[in-house]
Nanobody, 118 residues
Framework: QVQLVESGGGLVQAGDSLRLSCAAS????????IGWLRQVPGKEREFVAR????????NYADSVKGRFTISRDNAKNTVYLQMNSLKPEDTAVYYC???????????WGQGTQVTVSS
């Protein structure tokens, strides 16, 4: 069973940085994508970034390009989201998720709150 555990959220000021971590276990992830999505109360969950485990290719939402970087550590089975130049509109619960290539996001972590004050 795939398990994803996020950590690293918190309260920061606009312009600060945070790094989120997602520890993945329970499966071999070579055929998976690991991603970060976020949700604000009353709104739909939105895509932030994803990384293909096999080759490290990435893509990002336009709203975070140039500010956020997703990466992986194969030895630790961990995916990171480095968030720089944070803005108040980045405030959300951030979820780590996993999916097989061409499938929907199927596995989810419990979420971690990121709050950016102005």
């Amino acid at each position: 069973q795939v398990q994803l555990v996020e950590s690293g959220g918190g309260l920061v000021q606009a312009g600060d940085s945070l790094r989120l971590s997602c520890a993945a276990s329970g499966h071999t992830f070579s055929s998976y994508n690991i991603g970060w999505l976020r949700q604000v109360p009353g709104k739909e969950r939105e895509f932030v970034a994803r990384i293909r485990w096999s080759d490290g290719s990435t893509n990002y939402a336009d709203s975070v390009k140039g500010r956020f970087t997703i990466s992986r550590d194969n030895a630790k089975n961990t995916v990171y989201l480095q968030m720089n130049s944070l803005k108040p509109e980045d405030t959300a619960v951030y979820y780590c998720a996993a999916r097989r290539e061409y499938f929907q996001w199927a596995y989810w972590g419990q979420g971690t709150q990121v709050t950016v004050s102005s």
